[in-house]
């Protein structure tokens, strides 16, 4: 998974919870991305940064937000957790510094259930 | 709304045959486009990907066919194997500073032995 991680790889949390799931690179990779995976829907993009602490919104940002304070992390909070976030999450890295830096990376994916 | 819309979104083939899926999209500002794999329980993985600049990209069993005037991409799959069973996505690139990939909701591709 080209140095990319996860973390919680599964997780199960109450309505109303914050969550904040982790993204871990050891690529030095510029750009980072987090998407969920809903069947029917394919891959949205939620938020995505193209640098330390420069972040933008995706097209489903709402009820999300992100930080990035070091190039290796980026982390997503969910503020108050509602069932419609109920989804599978995963990061992606890409790099603007190389050829072919349009390819997106994916991570293993972080499996989340809201009660 | 930048769409990719794919087509179809369940394809069941018999194993040597050709699997075909179709993408049409609407951003002309489409500058690169990847087609990625997904296996049960993990994370999608690039598979093969064209630049608008190209009629035809051949990988293997693999290839894509590009037609820029109809803002349409396919993947074929030649001599299908049940290891292909995956879910197959489109994608197109915006360009410019933004980096950002737009997928097709994806197609199951099942191979049956």
């Known amino acids: 998974d080209a140095g990319i991680t996860q973390s919680p790889r599964h997780k199960v949390t109450e309505t109303g919870t914050p969550v904040t799931l982790r993204c871990h690179q050891t690529?030095?990779?510029?750009?980072m991305y987090w998407y969920r995976q809903d069947p029917g829907h394919g891959l949205r993009l939620i938020h995505y940064?193209?640098?330390?602490?420069?972040?933008d919104k995706g097209e489903v940002s709402d009820g999300y937000s992100v930080s990035r304070s070091k190039t290796e992390d980026f982390l997503l909070t969910l503020e108050s957790a509602t069932s419609s976030q109920t989804s599978v999450y995963f990061c992606?890295?890409?790099?603007?510094?190389?050829?072919?830096?349009?390819?997106?990376?994916f991570g293993p994916g972080t499996r989340l259930l809201v009660l | 709304q930048q769409q990719v819309k794919q087509s179809p979104q369940s394809l069941i083939v018999q194993k040597g045959g050709i699997s075909i899926i179709n993408c049409a999209y609407e951003?002309?500002?489409?500058?690169?486009f990847p087609w990625y794999q997904q296996f049960p329980g993990k994370g999608p993985a690039l598979l093969i990907a064209?630049?608008?600049?190209?009629s035809e990209k051949k990988e293997g069993r693999f290839t894509i066919s590009f037609n820029k005037s109809a803002k349409q991409f396919s993947l074929h799959i030649m001599d299908s194997q049940p290891g292909d069973s995956a879910t197959y996505f489109c994608?197109?690139?915006?360009?410019?500073?933004?980096?950002?990939?737009?997928f097709g909701k994806g197609t199951l591709l099942t191979v049956n032995p």
């Open positions: 064209i630049r608008p600049d190209v």
């Open positions: 940064s193209y640098g330390v602490k420069d972040t």
């Open positions: 690529e030095n990779h510029r750009y």
């Open positions: 992606a890295i890409s790099d603007s510094r190389t050829s072919g830096s349009e390819t997106q990376y």
């Open positions: 951003n002309t500002a489409f500058d690169y």
């Open positions: 994608a197109g690139h915006s360009g410019g500073s933004n980096y950002k990939l737009t």
